[in-house]
Each structure stands twice: as C-alpha cells, then as structure tokens.
C-alpha cells in the first residue's frame, strides 16, 4: 500500500488548494460559537439516565465522515495517476568469470564463521550490482569445473553460490586449473571487456596446467585478471586432519598463500592484486573491483500513466453516503 501511494502522481494538482476548505470545516464544527442544535435548558438533571449509549459516543465524531469525504472528492479531482515505467536498455557489457577455491583450508576460521562463507556471501553482494554483466562461475580445489556458465539469470549464480561446500572436489589447490577453466569459458566472448576474479587462500600444488602458462593464455585472449588472496597474516585456526567421520580437525596453522604468483598473474594481464585479511577488507576489494570495471549502459525510458482517481471517488462516495444516512436516521433531527 505504502509502495503504490509513494508511486503515485497528480496530474491537477492545483485542486489541492482546496484542501484549504478542512480547516474551515473543522474550525466551524468544533470552535465557533453557532447553535448547531436545539437546546433544552433544565435546572436539574437529577433522576435522568445519564449513561452514554453508542448514538452519544459516535455523535462528536459524525462530522469527520464528512470531512474525510470532501477530503477524497478533492484527491479524486486532481487526479491522480500511477506511472508504469518500462526501460530498453542496450549495454555493452561485461563478461565475469568468478573463480573461487573449495580446497579444505577455505574452512580456517580466521573470518566469522570461515573464509568461504564470507567469500560466498561478499560475491553475492558483488553480484547483486552487476545487473546488466553476464556472470559465471568456475569452483576449484584438487580440479576444477564450471560450476555455472555465464548467464544473466543471476539468480540461479546465486543459488549456486549459496551452495557451495568444501569437498565437493578432491582436495587440493590447482590455480591453475581454476583460471585456464575460466578462460575458457570467456574465450569466445564477444563482451567489451572480459575479466576473471580469481580469489583463493593456498599455494598451487595440484593439476596439470601451471598457473603462469593459464596466466598467458588469459593475455593472450584480453581477459583480466583480478586476484584475491583471502587469508590473515601469521596463522590461523585451519583444518589439518580430518576424521573417519568426515569432520575436520582444527589447529592453529601458518597462512601460506602464494602472494608473488598472484601478483604476477594480475599484472601480467592487466588486472590487480588484493589481499583480505577480513571481511571489511574483502568487501571493499569487491567495492573497488565494481567501481575499476563499470558497464556503460544507454537507457530508453517510456512512461505510462493509469489513472487511479475511482478508488479516491468511491471512497469519498461511500463516507458521505455513511454520513448522510446517519444523519437521516440515527441522528435525525427536527428543528
């Protein structure tokens, strides 16, 4: 109710001028000195019934119904409209690969609850702003597989992101294998501009693909690169065992990411290196991401308007009818 009364706009708004007429409404039925009713002057009331039924306690407010009714009448009279926007857009925008480690480390618990929670929950936010961009999204640990193609429908990258758990692949860190994934999905993409935010917290020790060789490849094919080391200085409380059960047990741990390697991967292909040593952090490495690669949209807008005076006028209608029969029946008078 509250979103279609702000959304609303008046098309004879000069009618609110004679909003003026309430005010003398209320001052001559509530403060000036006339006889609106017959008296009867008694010298006592002693003996009369003087409880109050309910014609005594809806009587002073009998007025307001007329009050309220002029009010809608004027409303209904200076038209008022609800505008339909519809928008075409034609943007010329940008393709993003988000590349994001499961190996078991992403579970250290140097971030509340862990790093990959936190990961997960800051790219939503990320991708929320992204709306006209098509976004993908490639998951690695030991491997490495498109966990969503690039696509618009952000709000399938967004259940995937939600979903995403440590131990969906064979544990490991193959960077490698996570970039050259990326890529490959961006390869062929028609996009201005095609970038890949890789964010990871270890050093590369899986896969078949070097990460400076998917470092070239990526160059070679004008993708970006935006590298993210997520992880504190010094140690943290990490995964170093895990049982039969399949629950992890924790230590305190050295963080050992591979700074130099990220660096030169961002470097090599334009892009740049951030290190997040909390969530404030990484969400303000996301914040600048956003602003360094805006999409430059042109936006058509047609507007319609419908008109919404029948709910004013009805309204209006019905209280005075509701005053007026009261006035004719219940609280009937002769003069």
Request: charged residues 25%; neutral net charge; proline residues 3%.
């Amino acid at each position: 109710m509250i979103d279609f009364i702000t959304s609303l706009h008046f098309d004879s708004p000069l009618w609110f001028l004679a909003l003026s007429a309430i005010p003398a409404m209320v001052y001559w039925q509530y403060f000036s000195n006339k006889v609106s009713e017959p008296t009867l002057r008694l010298s006592t009331t002693q003996g009369l019934d003087r409880k109050r039924n309910w014609k005594m306690k809806v009587y002073p407010y009998l007025p307001i119904l007329l009050m309220l009714s002029v009010l809608f009448f004027i409303v209904a009279l200076a038209r008022p409209q609800l505008s339909l926007t519809e928008e075409k857009v034609k943007a010329e925008g940008i393709d993003i690969m988000m590349v994001m480690d499961l190996s078991s480390s992403m579970l250290s618990r140097d971030f509340d609850p862990d790093r990959l929670e936190v990961s997960k929950l800051v790219a939503r936010e990320f991708v929320e702003k992204r709306i006209h961009d098509r976004i993908g999204l490639v998951v690695f640990s030991g491997e490495s597989f498109t966990q969503c193609p690039l696509t618009t429908d952000h709000n399938i990258l967004m259940d995937f992101l939600v979903n995403l758990e440590v131990g969906m692949l064979q544990d490991g860190t193959a960077i490698g294998m996570g970039l050259a994934t990326a890529v490959n999905r961006l390869k062929d993409s028609k996009a201005k501009s095609k970038i890949i935010i890789l964010l990871t917290d270890g050093v590369n020790n899986a896969g078949y693909i070097n990460p400076n060789t998917a470092a070239e490849i990526a160059q070679q094919y004008g993708v970006k690169v935006y590298t993210i080391a997520v992880g504190s200085i010094g140690q943290a409380l990490s995964p170093v065992n895990r049982r039969s059960d399949g629950e992890y047990m924790f230590a305190m741990a050295n963080v050992e990411i591979d700074v130099e390697l990220l660096k030169h991967i961002s470097q090599l292909t334009g892009g740049k290196h951030f290190r997040a040593v909390d969530r404030a952090s990484l969400e303000e490495i996301y914040s600048e991401i956003d602003r360094l690669e805006k999409t430059e949209i042109e936006v058509n807008v047609y507007k319609r308007y419908k008109d919404e005076f029948r709910i004013f006028l009805y309204a209006g209608f019905v209280l005075f009818l509701t005053w007026w029969l009261f006035k004719q029946t219940a609280f009937r008078t002769f003069s």
